[in-house]
């Protein structure tokens, strides 16, 4: 019987992924053989059991490492980019006076595939091209679905044939500690508020549905990574809102800028960034953003009102009238701010989430 099991088991090993049902099919018919060693020769019962969980501990350790390799091979690289709500101005070259800035807000908005994610959090696992970038939300969904699912497919197997409704923790403990590492590793390197939340959802949701299968095995894991991101959270939304706080208005309007072109895209940035969280935002999370945002929106009200008074004193000094071109230049930037949130009202359907706050604060 010993011998069996393991053949039985070191073909499983062999032929993880392509056999690996069938395999625990034949031992759920023979489970009676494993009865008979508990009963018989409990030694062998438990050399046995240890053996299946070293061997498929090891399994999934060395299955979940390729899976998070993988995300770092294909996950897009702007979720790590050093961008602000503030623009960074940059010089062309060493030896050139110009200087560049990239108008772009895709850092900051939620975006169409982003967006679909909230509605396939449970979808099974995607398939990814070896050759392409994806957004790195896609890639850990589609991890963490993985590993709920191989955790619900082993435990079902496990527990039945070895009769211990606690296997599963030697099993899974070596994946649970590498996955630890893994995302505390990727949270940090990510720059991406928006991401943060969308992880946040992503344990939300995991966690209910391993809940609904009556396993507890993640519940800590998942708990440490929502510890995780509201911690990054807070401190890329900090980090932001220090950027406005002690920028000098010198970046957006003076005798190095003719134009108010830097301030519209730190409010078009700033406005994409609201309505990504909007939108992402429902119950679990709205005690994760709402405080955050409202002090970011205050930063940023604050640095359009002390622009606006430089813009008023050089027009003025120009005989000009600066009341009015202050009076414009704050229209069209809260215009711009109020607009592009009302689009999550009435498309965004958490009543929770609608950006009441901000525009009450663009009113006052």
């Given at each position: 019987i010993r011998n069996w099991l393991v053949a039985r088991i070191n073909h499983l090993r062999d032929y993880y992924g392509t056999d690996q049902v069938a395999v625990q099919n034949d031992l759920l018919k023979s489970k009676y053989l494993f009865t008979f060693l508990k009963k018989n020769a409990p030694d062998i019962e438990s050399s046995m059991r240890e053996y299946y969980v070293a061997i498929m501990s090891r399994i999934y350790l060395e299955n979940f490492k390729v899976i998070a390799k993988m995300v770092y091979k294909r996950m897009?690289?702007?979720?790590?980019?050093n961008e602000m709500i503030v623009p960074i101005v940059q010089k062309q070259s060493f030896f050139s006076t110009k200087q560049t800035i990239s108008s772009s807000t895709l850092f900051f908005e939620l975006g169409e595939d982003r967006h679909r994610l909230?509605?396939?959090?449970?979808?099974?696992?995607?398939?990814?091209?070896?050759?392409?970038?994806?957004p790195v939300e896609a890639l850990v969904r589609s991890l963490y679905q993985t590993l709920i699912d191989t955790i619900t497919a082993e435990i079902s197997f496990s527990r039945d044939f070895f009769e211990d409704p606690n296997i599963g923790m030697p099993i899974f403990s070596a994946t649970s500690r590498f996955m630890e590492g893994f995302i505390?590793?990727?949270?940090?390197?990510i720059n991406d508020p928006v991401a943060m939340v969308l992880f946040?959802?992503?344990?939300?949701?995991?966690?209910?549905?391993?809940?609904?299968?009556?396993?507890?095995?993640l519940d800590a894991h998942f708990n440490s990574i929502q510890q995780k991101v509201t911690s990054r959270f807070k401190t890329l939304l900090y980090s932001n809102r220090n950027a406005v706080d002690n920028c000098s208005t010198d970046l957006f309007v003076g005798p190095a800028q003719n134009s108010a072109h830097l301030a519209n895209i730190m409010t078009k940035r700033f406005a994409e960034f609201a309505l990504s969280i909007a939108i992402i935002n429902d119950n679990d999370t709205d005690d994760l953003t709402r405080q955050e945002v409202q002090m970011l929106s205050q930063s940023i009200i604050k640095m359009l009102e002390k622009i606006g008074k430089v813009l008023s004193d050089i027009s003025k000094a120009k005989n000009e009238d600066g009341e009015e071109?202050?009076?414009?230049?704050?229209?069209?930037?809260?215009?711009?701010?109020?607009?592009?949130?009302?689009?999550?009202i009435g498309s965004n359907t958490?009543?929770?989430?609608?950006p009441n706050i901000i525009l009450l604060q663009l009113r006052q």
């Open positions: 897009n690289p702007i979720s790590t980019m909230l509605h396939d959090i449970l979808s099974p696992p995607q398939p990814f091209g070896d050759d392409v970038h994806y505390n590793d990727l949270v940090n390197k946040f959802r992503f344990s939300i949701a995991h966690k209910k549905e391993m809940d609904s299968r009556k396993i507890s095995l071109i202050e009076l414009v230049f704050l229209i069209n930037n809260y215009f711009h701010i109020v607009s592009t949130l009302r689009e999550s958490n009543n929770n989430s609608n």
